[in-house]
């Protein structure tokens, strides 16, 4: 009976110094609000020109995946935490227009009330395409989304259907209080990431020169919503901001 007391308050004390030496791994990324951390969102080759992707948005040729891998490469030895984003989807996943008899790419239909724009297959579970294009290596947790095939899921923390990711549970593990957001597209998966981080309690800054969206119209739309919700949009990286906001 007493040792399985003393037992228990040694893991106790063992537990909270543990908690205090994974919080104190990086006073510089974090401090009193938490960690910092990165969602690099969905830059895989079929968003690319760069693979000649299937959906490629505009101006993502080597020169920007190479800025955001060298970012994100930078990010990571300041000591922010890396977290990407995956688009996944099964064949028959719902965005896909050839899983629509009679209907184009870009078509938007109604399905249960929701909009949903029908898209050029991409990012087939599996395919080479699907890969992300930044260094796997640095990324701490890379969340998959949009495998479910009734529901499309541009937002990184959960789907159409309501489904969450992991991506709450998994930045709140690593007691994340701030989030910096870029990658693809910005009028799609930029945003919704970005305004469910914000809604989920983060304090997020989007880093405009790392994204790249759909249409120029929708994108600069986007940014003024993010704005709107809070969301710190900075042109370029600036890593002093980053830090005091
Ligand atoms: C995306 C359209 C369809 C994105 C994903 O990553 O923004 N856009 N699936
Ligand atoms: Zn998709």
New binding site residues.
Partial sequence: MKSSISLFVLSAFCGLLMSSVSAEACPECGGAEGNIAVIV??V?GD?TTLKKGS?A?NGTDQTFVDAVAKATKNFSQEGLLIFG?Q?W?PGDHI?FFTNHDGKKPFEAIQIEGRTQ?L?PP??IQGTENARVLVDNNLFRAIVKK?QDSRY???SGFQDDGGAKTEMDKILKRNMVGKVVVY????????K?TAIDAARAGYKVIVVEDLCRG?APDTSQKALEEMKAQGIEVLKTIDMKRIKEL
């Fill in positions: 969102v969905d895989q968003f959906l948005v984003t688009d989807h965005s724009v898209w991409h990012c949009g499309d899921s541009y990658g693809i597209a910005t009028d799609y998966c930029v919704a759909v």
